[in-house]
């Protein structure tokens, strides 16, 4: 069985620290939400809580009922930014079911009816499109 220890070095609490940059869409005291460098679909971002656990599995739910009103707030916008026919949320606990970072993070794909998501960590999407992508889902917050 996996180790359950959260590393403070992952990749989103360096990101969280400044240490590597992101394409920021939202932030307030206890939440982050950036643009996924992968994207599935377009406008796919992550929200993550400030508060450092693996996944839903060791997260304070304190901490879920903080991050959970900014999911619904992003789900919309990206939603709305997009012109999706739904959002798809999803969440993965551990490795042996497709986490990749150890950081709890929400994923929100505005999706449109009828075009495939890409696949889960695929290609990485060029910075420009992400910037602008970034700003098209602030501008619907
Ligand atoms: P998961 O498999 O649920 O752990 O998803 C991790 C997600 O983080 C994947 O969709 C990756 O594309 C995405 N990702 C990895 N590194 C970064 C990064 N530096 N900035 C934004 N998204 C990232």
Do not use: W
């Not at 996944?55 to 789900?75: E, G, S, Y």
């Not at 950081?103 to 449109?112: A, D, E, Q, T």
């Not at 960590?121 to 992400?130: F, I, P, T, W």
């Amino acid at each position: 069985m996996t180790s359950q220890t959260y590393d403070a070095n992952n990749i989103f609490a360096k990101i969280l620290k400044g240490e590597i940059p992101c394409h920021k869409v939202y932030e307030d005291n206890d939440t982050l939400a950036f643009m996924d460098v992968m994207p599935q679909a377009p406008g796919h971002l992550l929200v993550i809580p400030k508060v450092g656990s693996r996944n839903l599995l060791d997260a304070d739910p304190a901490v879920l009922a903080k991050l959970f009103p900014v999911v619904q707030k992003l789900a919309v916008a990206a939603r709305d930014a997009f012109e999706a026919d739904g959002v798809l949320i999803s969440q993965f606990n551990e490795a042996a079911v497709g986490q990749t970072v150890f950081h709890l993070h929400v994923h929100v794909v505005p999706r449109k009816e009828g075009e495939a998501l890409k696949p889960h960590s695929g290609k990485m999407e060029d910075h420009a499109v992400l910037a602008a992508h970034a700003e098209k889902v602030k501008a619907c917050l």
